[in-house]
Structure formats: structure tokens, C-alpha cells
T-cell receptor
């Protein structure tokens, strides 16, 4: 158990729908990162939150949004889902905002859009 | 983000063999990290490197931060079946999120 908790583990939904993925960071970690992993693209950085504020944005689509709450858990919202959004979504956390000691990853949420 | 080229894409080896994989970038990084991912799990940090030229070991794993700061390699000695998984390199520039390579898939036969 890495200490980073992601729910749900699996999600199957239809095109056009909206889903919310949840992440609880490791105790004491202030930064949360969201990554998308697909077979052909590897791990793609989506967005980072640090202590409730958006810190950095990567290749995140406009249909996707995220937030980090006062208790530091984070949610990734995916809307108007398309078949191509099917992927593994990972949350990672680190102690600081510019942490170069590596991130701790959760086990991921596997999203299947049908 | 910066493009990381990781090779080889996959390796199929026999137990006991040594393994080598590398990662190159067109840009410099301040930190290089190597992660391993097993089925159904997230990536787990194996080794972190912070200085150009640094060579670091973790058991049978050895990694080096290239002198140009644009590359890194990972060696696994005397491989065992539980080494099976996907190995990712990741580079980090201070103030930016980790950039990952596309991974090297390792299969080890007994």
C-alpha cells in the first residue's frame, strides 16, 4: 500500500457521460498530480495541485477539470466522454510543490468508455 | 513537456541474465528517476539521481545520471522472475512535473 488511495478502481461508462475520479494523497503530502496512461502515449501529465491551488497544467483537455479540497483530497472530473478517453488514470502525491524526490503513485482508476 | 526516448521498448530474457535500458532527452533535467510498474499497480520509485555523472545502486539495480544531463541508464544484474514489469524513466526540471518515457517491458523466463 503506497498510501495514495484512488477510487473507484474500475469504471465503465458510456460516451457523452461525466465521471469523477477521487484521490486521497499520502498523509502529509501537499501536492497531488494527475496522470493519464494509455497504451500508445505512456504516462501523460494532466494537472498538479498544491495545497488547494492549481500549480501546473499539462496535456489536460478542456473537457477535464480537477480540484483539491481543504482536506487535500483531489477529484478529477471528466465530461463529454469519448472512446479515446479510455485509459488508466493515476494520482500521485509528494510532500512539496517542487518535489524532486519522486512522487508516490496510487493504484489507478481504469476508465473504459463504451 | 520534453520528449523522453526510452529503449528498448521490450526485452525478453532468461533468468540470471543482466539487463540494460536507457533513456535520452533533447533537453536537460535536474533529476532522473526510474520507476517500475507491475500489472494493476501504479509506478513505484526504484532509484532517484540528482547529479550529472552520479551512479547509484539499489540492490541488483544500478542507474546513472548522464554527464550531459540528457540521458540516464538502468542496469539490472542477475535478473529473477519477479523483475517482470514495465520500467519507466522520468526526468524532472525544477518547478515542473515529472516527464515519463514510454517504458521498457521486461519479461523474464525461469
Amino acid at each position: 500500500d503506497s498510501g495514495v488511495t484512488q477510487t473507484p478502481k474500475h469504471l465503465i461508462t458510456a460516451t457523452g457521460q461525466r465521471v469523477t475520479l477521487r484521490c486521497s494523497p499520502r498523509s502529509g503530502d501537499l501536492s497531488v498530480y494527475w496522470y493519464q496512461q494509455s497504451l500508445d502515449q505512456g504516462l501523460q501529465f494532466l494537472i498538479q495541485y498544491y495545497n488547494g491551488e492549481e500549480r501546473a497544467k499539462g496535456n489536460i483537455l478542456e473537457r477535464f477539470s480537477a480540484q483539491q479540497f481543504p482536506d487535500l483530497h483531489s477529484e478529477l472530473n471528466l465530461s463529454s466522454l469519448e472512446l479515446g478517453d479510455s485509459a488508466l488514470y493515476f494520482c500521485a502525491s509528494s510532500a512539496e510543490g517542487d518535489d524532486n524526490y519522486g512522487y508516490t503513485f496510487g493504484s489507478g482508476t481504469r476508465l473504459t468508455v463504451v | 513537456g520534453q520528449q523522453l526516448n526510452q529503449s528498448p521498448q521490450s526485452m525478453f530474457i532468461q533468468e540470471g541474465e543482466d539487463v540494460s535500458m536507457n533513456c535520452t532527452s533533447s533537453s536537460i533535467f535536474n533529476t532522473w528517476l526510474w520507476y517500475k510498474q507491475e500489472p494493476g499497480e501504479g509506478p513505484v520509485l526504484l532509484i532517484a539521481l540528482y547529479k550529472a555523472g552520479e551512479l547509484t545502486s539499489n540492490g541488483r539495480l544500478t542507474a546513472q545520471f548522464g554527464i550531459t544531463r540528457k540521458d540516464s541508464f538502468l542496469n539490472i544484474s542477475a535478473s529473477i522472475p519477479s523483475d517482470v514489469g514495465i520500467y519507466f524513466c522520468a526526468g524532472q526540471l525544477w518547478g515542473y512535473a515529472l516527464n515519463f518515457g514510454k517504458g521498457t517491458s521486461l519479461l523474464v523466463t525461469p
